[in-house]
C-alpha cells in the first residue's frame, strides 16, 4: 500500500492547485457574484464495460445511463446557452475511470454528475428507488466509510479492473478489497458541503417530478470517481436494474426523460443558489415554503448588514457546537430546505477577510458571503 499513498498525496497537491484557479464570476456593482459556468456529466460504464444487466439480458446500464446524460445534457443547454456542458463520453466507448475524473478537473467544472444504475444479485426483486451519493465519512453515528453499501462502492469502482494495467496505474488499489478503501478516509471532500447540497436537490427532485420516486437517501461512499474530482460532485443511482417497476421506467424513453428532467430541475436548483439568481431563461423550479426557525437551534437574520463566512449548506439541522464549525457560534439562514452555516459574522468586511485564511484553510469550500435581508450573497 505503500506507493498508493504517495499517489494520495500527490492528488492532494493537485486538488489544492486545482482549488486555487479563480471561479468564473460576474459583476455586480462593486462586487463579483460566482456563477456556475461549466458542468460535467459522467454516463456511467460504457463500451466493453456494460455495467449492470436486466435479468433477461436485454437491458445495459451504459445504454440507459448514456441516454439519460444525454438528454440532461440537452436541457441544460436549451435553459443555460451561457453554460458550458461537457460529457465524459457521448458514444458507447470505453472511459477509464480515472479519466472522468481528470475530463471534469481540465474542463475547470463547477459541477460534476455521474449517473448509474442499481442492482442487486440473486433472485430478490424487491430492492428499488433511487440513491444519491457523495464523497465523505458517514454522517451516521456506528458508521464506518467503507462498510455502509461497500457491495454497491464494490461494484461501480471495479471497472478499473478493465483497465490496461491496472494494478500499476491505481498503485495497489484493489476495489473488491476493504482495506483498500481505508485510504479513502484520508481525503476530506473539499466541497463536501455542496455536494451534500446538491444531492438533496436531486433526492427531493425525484420525490416530486420522477417517474422513480422511492428514495433510499443521500449517503456518502468511497466511489473512486467522486475521490478524484475537485468540484461538487455526485453519484446518483437512479433506480435498480433487478426490479421490475424500476426497469419498466428505465426501458421506456417517457421515463428516462423523466429521470433526466428530475436531475434538470434540482441542476436549476442548484445554480440558482449556486449563482445568487435564478436566470431568466431557466425554467425556475416552485420555491418551498421556509421551514419554521427553531430559534434553539437557528439564530434570526440581522436587520442590517452583516459579513462571514459560509462553510455549510445542507438540508439538515447541525448541532451548533459541531467541531465543523472551529469554535465559532454559526448564523443560521434558511433558504428553502436548506441551511446555510455562516461563521465569524461582522459587519467589517475587512476583519471577516483577516479570520477568512484561517477557516478557509480547513474548510476549503468555505467563502466569504454579505448577509442582508435574511440572504447570503458570495463576495469575491
Avoid at 68 to 95: C, G, N, W
Avoid at 183 to 202: K, R
Avoid at 218 to 243: C, H, K, Y
Avoid at 321 to 337: H, M, Q, S, T
Amino acid at each position: 500500500m505503500k506507493p498508493f499513498f504517495h499517489q494520495l498525496t500527490l492528488v492532494v497537491v493537485s486538488s489544492a492547485l486545482l482549488l486555487a484557479i479563480p471561479v468564473p464570476a460576474r459583476a455586480q456593482g462593486d462586487q463579483a457574484v460566482l456563477q456556475l459556468r461549466t458542468v460535467v456529466i459522467d454516463a456511467g460504464h460504457g463500451g466493453k464495460d456494460a455495467g449492470c444487466v436486466s435479468r433477461d439480458k436485454k437491458t445495459y446500464e451504459k445504454t440507459v445511463t448514456l441516454d439519460i446524460a444525454r438528454r440532461l445534457e440537452q436541457k441544460i443547454k436549451a435553459a443555460y446557452p451561457d453554460v458550458h456542458v461537457k460529457m465524459t463520453r457521448s458514444s458507447d466507448k470505453f472511459v477509464e475511470l480515472e479519466n472522468r475524473a481528470v475530463i471534469a478537473n481540465k474542463a475547470g467544472a463547477n459541477l460534476f454528475i455521474s449517473i448509474h444504475v442499481n442492482s442487486i444479485g440473486g433472485k430478490s426483486t424487491a430492492a428499488r428507488g433511487f440513491s444519491v451519493h457523495v464523497l465523505g465519512q458517514s454522517a451516521k453515528k456506528g458508521n464506518d466509510l467503507y462498510s455502509k453499501n461497500l457491495d454497491l462502492v464494490k461494484r461501480e469502482n471495479s471497472v478499473i479492473m478493465l483497465e490496461d494495467d491496472y494494478k500499476t496505474k491505481y498503485q495497489g488499489f484493489d476495489p473488491s478489497d476493504p482495506q483498500s478503501y481505508i485510504i479513502f478516509s484520508l481525503m476530506q471532500n473539499a466541497h463536501l458541503s455542496q455536494s451534500l447540497t446538491f444531492a438533496e436537490d436531486v433526492a427531493d427532485a425525484f420525490k416530486k417530478t420522477g417517474p422513480i420516486k422511492h428514495s433510499r437517501g443521500v449517503s456518502q461512499d468511497p466511489f473512486w470517481v467522486l475521490w478524484r474530482t475537485a468540484m461538487p460532485s455526485v453519484l446518483i443511482e437512479v433506480g435498480f436494474m433487478s426490479n421490475p417497476e424500476d426497469l419498466a421506467v428505465m426501458r421506456s424513453e417517457k421515463g428516462r426523460d423523466g429521470i433526466a428532467e428530475g436531475i434538470f430541475q434540482a441542476f436549476c436548483t442548484f445554480k440558482g443558489r449556486y449563482d445568487g439568481s435564478v436566470p431568466s431563461s431557466a425554467p425556475a423550479p416552485a420555491p418551498d415554503p421556509a421551514p419554521a426557525v427553531d430559534v434553539k437551534e437557528e439564530a434570526p437574520a440581522p436587520d442590517g448588514i452583516l459579513y462571514g463566512v459560509q462553510v455549510l449548506a445542507i438540508g439538515k439541522a447541525m448541532n451548533p457546537k459541531d467541531p465543523y464549525f472551529l469554535g465559532y457560534e454559526p448564523l443560521v439562514i434558511p433558504a428553502g430546505k436548506v441551511k446555510k452555516y455562516v461563521i465569524g459574522t461582522s459587519e467589517s468586511l475587512e476583519e471577516v477577510k483577516k479570520i477568512f485564511p484561517k477557516i478557509h484553510q480547513k474548510i476549503k469550500d468555505s467563502y466569504i458571503v454579505k448577509i442582508q435581508d435574511g440572504a447570503t450573497t458570495p463576495v469575491r
